[in-house]
């Protein structure tokens, strides 16, 4: 059964600071890992969906990358702002429908 | 182009009545997604279909009802409704060919008393 872990649940930083936000996952037979963003209280923004044959994706300042073999991928937030402050959460699927969640990292950026 | 549309936002029910969440799409999407969303517990799929008329359990389905009558609505049904079953609960779609790239809709936030 797949299940996905993101560390660390919370995360303070200073305002213009690179960050790393890490995902693994337990079953390497993916087909496809999204990258989410939720603010208190509304939806799930999608930002980044990586492809199982892909290595990365990017959108502006975000990257995220993706390695199937240690099931792991990270998302890359390049130049922090008090903007970004919010919830990333990522989920993959096995090509069944059936996404899986992980449970989040809290992201505070501080001005 | 409004997305992924869910009504009502907020309800509060208590223990034993019914209800029923809408989620509308206009994506022409074939595929919908009920998840609900608890503290601690991320997002867990309750049920699914993948096109009009079909429909499918997914990770926690029980104590719910769906039905996909029309390609656009997703209806997610509490026929006794629970205190276990307060929650945040989020429908999206998505598209086959499109390595199932979901969107979300803004939430239905539920509490049984």
């Known amino acids: 059964k797949q299940e996905v872990t993101q560390i660390p649940a919370a995360l303070s930083v200073p305002e213009g600071e690179n960050l790393v936000l890490n995902c693994s996952f337990t079953d390497s037979a993916i087909y496809n890992l999204q990258w989410f963003r939720q603010d208190p209280g509304k939806g799930l923004t999608s930002l980044l969906l990586?492809?199982?044959?892909?290595r990365e994706q990017t959108s502006g300042r975000l990257n995220a990358s993706l390695d199937k073999s240690s099931g792991r991928s990270t998302l890359y937030i390049a130049a922090s702002q008090p903007g970004d402050s919010a919830t990333y959460l990522c989920a993959t699927t096995s090509g069944t429908y059936k996404y899986i969640f992980g449970t989040g990292t809290r992201l505070k950026v501080l001005a | 182009n409004a997305g992924v549309t869910q009504t009502p936002k907020f309800r509060v029910l208590k223990t034993g009545q019914s209800m029923t969440l809408l989620c509308a799409q206009d994506m022409n999407h074939e595929y919908m997604y009920w998840y609900r969303q608890d503290p601690g517990m991320g997002l867990r799929l309750i049920h699914y279909?993948?096109?009009?008329?079909?429909?499918a359990k997914g990770e926690v389905p029980d104590g719910y009802n769906v039905s996909r009558l029309k390609k656009q609505n997703f209806l997610l049904g509490l026929e006794s409704a629970a205190p276990s079953q307060t929650s945040v609960y989020f429908c999206?779609?998505?598209?086959?060919?499109?390595?199932?790239?979901?969107?979300f809709g803004p939430g239905t936030r539920l509490t049984v008393l």
């Open positions: 999206a779609s998505g598209l086959p060919g499109t390595y199932n790239e979901q969107f």
């Open positions: 279909s993948v096109g009009e008329g079909t429909t």
């Open positions: 990586i492809q199982s044959s892909q």
